[in-house]
């Protein structure tokens, strides 16, 4: 099983990106999916999170800028990020809690990351 981040990039504040992430391999289910993000020199640290009933949280600073969905005919979890700041420069990375074909277990993937630049 892998997770396939995309969608990062350079963008001046203000601006608007939309990140994908799409699961791939020997897939029966997928559970909670997330974003999480990791400034240089920081900590990484949780972005959004989805439920398989769409349940949504998020953090704070996130709230009202920030929009995660999925589509699960497609594996695929995303985030729309609008005004985007300069701090909200970092490595984005997908992460999700996939149940295998065989073994029937629930094991927790994460993505490559994808680089967003927001600049000033």
């Known amino acids: 099983v892998q997770l396939q981040a995309s969608g990062g990039g350079l963008v001046q504040a203000g601006g608007s990106l939309r990140l994908s992430c799409v699961a791939s391999?020997?897939?029966?289910?997928?559970?909670?999916m997330g974003w999480y993000r990791q400034a240089p020199g920081k900590q990484r640290e949780m972005v959004a999170g989805i439920t398989t009933t769409g349940s949504t949280n998020y953090a704070d600073s996130m709230k009202g800028r920030f929009t995660i969905s999925r589509d699960d005919a497609k594996n695929t979890v995303y985030l729309q990020m609008n005004t985007l700041k300069p701090e909200d420069t970092a490595v984005y990375y997908c992460n999700a809690q996939i149940m295998t074909l065989v073994p029937r277990l629930e094991y927790n993937y994460w993505g490559q990351g994808t680089q967003v630049t927001v600049s000033s």
């Open positions: 391999g020997s897939i029966f289910s997928i559970n909670t």
